[in-house]
């Protein structure tokens, strides 16, 4: 039966009289009598008074009763009385009032269960022992047994507290209470601190063992003379764990003397104590405070002697290596491991954008944001060769990319919350370009784009990465065994979902061989035109000039590359020629319809007074309090105000799927040199930021969407996300005999559910974030300045990024051979402490488990079993 120690607690208040006290006062007087004897003889005699004041008190004698008993089971009333105490005492108060004297039947108990099952009741023998057999057991510190004790240890730390409480502070409350009022019946203030008591008792709990080689038979059965207690030790099988521990010889003496100087401690607490001191508390309570306070002490020296052990073992490891390992430390090791365990070793993932034989247009990389910004290692590999991958434009566009595909495998580790932020990096070559496309992959042919950007000219990109891990195949099952079947198949399609979309894409275009192949140019035509190809591409983006009207067009494919490039820098000439003609047809149309409005709107009378009309018309167009201007028959030549007239604020109409964009310019005025001027106030009107002038402001282009007709391939959604067509219009083939990215996540899950750590490896997305950095230079000769984007700029940047790819790909008719599309599958090793923690607390070795973590991701990467990965001593 289970054995509980109790102890309880009361105190009775009973009133018993009521008494009158003359407390003496500070204040005094004198009284004179004199006695009639005659003139010679009379007497005169002086008194001194002391004033007094009447207090009545009230006198209570109150009863208090405490004992410590032990029971059996659920038999309260049959408990045992290990130790008790009664006592009696008057408590003088100056007001009739017994609420705080009296304190209500409380009982704490502690329940001595796990410690009487740690004792041999035979032979009152110790048989506490860690079970190493167990797979919790990781440590001396970290196990279940010591887990337990140190749990019984709190608990009764905790029920000495409630005695504490419960019976020290309602004396002390009491003893408040006392308050007669003569000054000779009060007592010295109380305390419930036990810490005032006597605090000299051994502590026999100590971080000691012993180095033996053999044991020594004489020490073990050796008597200790007048020793009160034995400690005899049950014999192990295990004679090396024996050796280490103290002999039983020693452990008597440790116990003996504890208890010696406990008994000690005991009697200098009772010859201390002085009753004088003291209402209601008595020498029993002095006792049991030592007693307890001596508990208390036993309990918390446990708990630091087991943290003191496992801190003895860190501070071995510290010395054995040097310093304390961090994470950092921990990813330079398995990097240096990885090199000598697998063939292919992982690389770093900082990829080349080059041309056989060329020199490098840029390059991208996934790096770690922290003060190395070093690149992560992944294992990579060449897949599906001689494949098309299709990019969705829009609903009616498909980009057919056919350069080469890779799949990387990236095995990143998390140590406690410490993680580690992630960013996508890429940067451009001074007179290079290429296009990036960033995306998810939709199944084995498909890359679905969340975002695209033109990054050319020393442009440095940086683009955070959100990383999310999601929970294991175990958790997963664990989380959905309690749901309905409606619900678990719920559950599992949408994991599904989220396993297939956790392969993060990169998609690179060249731009130059592209723009050669486009035009019908040969190999590295383009590669020292540098103005052509910036205005090709603006050309392309800005106006979106079909391909036809620029390529080359000459009947001989026999041609010199100099004739070639001079036909098609012709029909460039001839397309930019016509775009300045509509700009300065569109000024003087802009500049005549101003005139007329600025005509209409200024009706002024001889004293250069506007009519009602005008005024209106004025405040309408928001002209400027207080300005003044030069009218000439051409325009306006000078303009003086608080502040220049603003562009005309011309907004595109919004942009329709399928609409194909033209240019429309704002309002410009100018004058044209004539000579026959006006000049003319404005006078109380005011020109808002809002207005539709502009005056010496240069001409900023605005787009517009025009529509095409349905179905055609100019169609093109430039804003937001796409979709693309089902499945039965790409067909399978490909995918079929190549790899397919989307089934890759489902095989890892497969294969990490297997394993004994399954509940340590997450897979994890990747995604981007909405805040991105870019690195520009206006021009050659100044330095790059820093601009955020934010998701309105990346959308339109987004918008550019097609507009050109349309242009590149024929609208999807012709496909992209200078692409490369990279594949990231990511996951996750997570452990729950820090590294030191993990390696002491939790006794494990995070090398041994990241080496099997990063064979079985390098196997489904490589497609190999790991045995083949590993390198041959």
């Known amino acids: 039966k289970p054995l509980t120690l109790r102890f309880d607690v009361s105190t009775t208040p009973t009133f018993m009289k009521e008494v009158k006290v003359k407390v003496p006062m500070d204040r005094s007087y004198e009284e004179t009598e004199e006695t009639a004897g005659g003139a010679a003889t009379n007497v005169v005699k002086t008194k001194t008074l002391k004033a007094v004041r009447r207090v009545t008190e009230f006198h209570y004698d109150v009863k208090i009763e405490w004992s410590l008993s032990v029971y059996s089971g659920t038999s309260v009333d049959e408990r045992t009385v290990l130790m008790s105490n009664k006592s009696s005492s008057v408590i003088v108060k100056q007001a009739k009032e017994s609420s705080r004297l009296r304190i209500s039947p409380q009982s704490y108990e502690l329940p001595l269960t796990w410690l009487l099952k740690q004792v041999n009741l035979d032979d009152m023998a110790s048989q506490f022992k860690v079970d190493t057999s167990r797979e919790s057991t990781k440590t001396p510190r970290r196990n279940d047994d010591v887990d337990e004790a140190i749990v019984f240890s709190g608990r009764l730390s905790s029920w000495i507290g409630q005695i504490h409480t419960g019976l020290y502070g309602s004396l002390a409350q009491i003893e408040g209470q006392h308050d007669p009022a003569l000054e000779k019946d009060r007592r010295s203030s109380y305390t419930s601190d036990l810490s005032c008591q006597d605090d000299s008792t051994f502590n026999p709990i100590l971080p000691l063992m012993e180095d033996r080689s053999e044991p020594s038979g004489n020490s073990e059965d050796k008597v200790v003379p007048g020793c009160m207690i034995k400690i005899e030790l049950q014999s192990h099988e295990d004679s090396t764990d024996r050796n280490v521990l103290l002999s039983s010889s020693d452990l008597t003496k440790l116990t003996n003397e504890h208890a010696r100087s406990l008994q000690e401690g005991l009697e200098t607490c009772a010859r201390a104590f002085d009753a004088s001191e003291y209402v209601v508390t008595t020498t029993a309570e002095i006792e049991l405070g030592a007693v307890l306070r001596n508990l208390r002490s036993l309990s918390i020296q446990y708990e630091e002697t087991m943290n003191y052990v496992e801190s003895m073992m860190e501070r071995q490891l510290v010395a054995a290596i040097g310093k304390r390992l961090t994470q950092d430390d921990l990813q330079t090791y398995v990097r240096y491991h990885d090199a000598r365990l697998l063939s292919p070793a992982p690389k770093p993932f900082s990829l080349s954008i080059r041309r056989p034989e060329h020199y490098p247009t840029g390059l991208i990389s996934i790096e770690t944001v922290d003060d190395k910004n070093d690149c992560i290692h992944s294992h990579s590999r060449q897949v599906n060769v001689g494949s098309t991958l299709n990019v969705a434009l829009n609903s009616a566009t498909q980009v057919q990319l056919s350069g080469n595909q890779y799949l990387h495998g990236w095995m990143n580790h998390r140590f406690g919350e410490d993680k580690k932020n992630h960013r996508l990096v890429a ?84 731009i130059k061989p592209q723009l050669e192949s486009l035009l019908g140019l040969p190999a590295d035509a383009l590669d020292k035109e540098m103005k052509l190809t910036q205005d090709l591409m603006k050309l392309f983006i800005e106006y979106q000039v079909p391909s036809d009207l620029l390529s080359y067009n000459g009947h001989s494919e026999s041609a010199a590359l100099e004739d070639k490039i001079g036909n098609v820098k012709a029909n460039v000439k001839a397309v930019v020629d016509v775009v300045e003609l509509q700009k300065e047809q569109q000024l003087k149309d802009e500049r005549a319809k101003s005139d007329m409005d600025l005509a209409m709107m200024m009706r002024c009378d001889g004293n250069m007074r506007c009519s009602g009309r005008a005024k209106s018309d004025m405040a309408t167009m928001g002209m400027e309090r207080g300005g003044s201007y030069t009218r000439c028959s051409g325009g306006i030549t000078s303009w003086k105000g608080k502040q220049r007239l603003p562009t005309e604020n011309v907004t595109s109409q919004s942009r329709m799927r399928g609409c194909a964009p033209r240019q429309q310019l704002p309002v410009f005025l100018y004058s044209d040199g004539a000579d026959d001027c006006d000049s003319f106030s404005l006078g109380d009107y005011d020109v808002a930021s809002a207005g539709t002038i502009s005056i010496g402001e240069s001409i900023e282009e605005a787009q ?33 005999q190549g790899v397919d990215f989307t089934l890759i996540p489902k095989k890892l899950d497969q294969s990490v559910e297997k394993r004994g750590d399954a509940a340590s490896l997450h897979s994890t997305t990747i995604k981007t974030s909405s805040n991105w950095t870019r690195n520009r230079q206006a021009n050659l000769l100044s330095k790059p300045k820093r ?42 090793h997570c452990f729950e402490k820090d590294l030191m923690g993990t390696v002491i607390r939790d006794n494990v070795n995070p090398i041994e488990k990241l080496e099997g973590s990063t064979l079985l991701l390098a196997s489904a990467v490589h497609g190999v079993p790991a045995e083949e990965l590993v390198l041959s001593e």
């Open 704 to 736: 517009e969407y025009e529509c095409a007709a349905p179905g055609s391939e100019s169609q093109r959604n430039v804003g937001g996300k796409v979709t693309t067509s089902s499945r039965s219009d790409r067909g399978d083939s490909v995918t079929q």
């Open 427 to 510: 940067r451009a070559r001074q007179f290079s370009a290429f296009i990036l496309v960033i995306g998810t992959m939709v199944d084995g042919t498909t890359l679905g784009p969340d975002d695209a950007i033109i990054v050319q000219n020393k442009d440095e990109l940086l683009i955070p990465l959100l990383l999310e891990e999601i929970p294991t195949a175990r958790e997963f099952k664990d989380a959905i065994k309690s749901l309905s079947p409606e619900q678990q198949r719920f559950a599992q399609s949408y994991r599904s979902m989220q396993l297939s979309s956790s392969m993060f894409g990169l998609c690179v275009v060249q």
């Open 787 to 828: 601009h955020g984007l934010d998701a309105d700029e990346i959308r339109k940047e987004k918008a550019k990024a097609f507009d050109l790819l349309d242009a590149l790909s024929r609208s999807g008719s012709l496909a992209i051979a200078h692409s490369e599309l990279h594949v990231v599958v990511a996951m996750t």
